[in-house]
């Protein structure tokens, strides 16, 4: 499974950015798709996923400001950031869990999110 991410970027305090993730090779492989993120020197985070289901899991920080969608095919995830807060500045990473496998991962490149005041 290969997971590309894209749509990181620089925004203002209160700003919005949507973050995508596309899943491709065995995606049948794949139950939870969703993003962690890192800041410096901070341990990654579970930011929010979506099983196949439909079932989403949100970190409390983000709960009310960050909505998790996947695609009708399941292999595209984007995360919708809203009122974004100086401290969810981070390197996000997508991540998709496998079906069978439940301790394996797997993980796309990070991508930078960076919130100015």
């Known amino acids: 499974v290969q997971l590309q991410a894209s749509g990181g970027g620089s925004v203002q305090a209160g700003g919005s950015l949507t973050l995508s993730c596309a899943a491709s090779?065995?995606?049948?492989?794949?139950?939870?798709m969703g993003w962690y993120r890192q800041a410096p020197g901070k341990q990654r985070e579970l930011v929010a996923q979506?099983?196949?289901?439909?079932?989403?899991t949100y970190a409390d920080s983000v709960k009310g400001r960050f909505s998790i969608s996947r695609d009708y095919s399941g292999n595209t995830v984007a995360l919708r950031m809203n009122g974004l807060k100086l401290e969810d500045a981070a390197v996000y990473y997508c991540?998709?869990?496998?079906?069978?496998?439940?301790?394996?991962?797997?993980w796309g490149r990070g991508t930078l999110v960076t919130v100015s005041s």
């Open positions: 991540n998709a869990k496998d079906k069978i496998f439940v301790d394996r991962n797997y």
């Open positions: 979506r099983t196949k289901a439909g079932t989403t």
């Open positions: 090779g065995s995606t049948y492989n794949i139950d939870a």
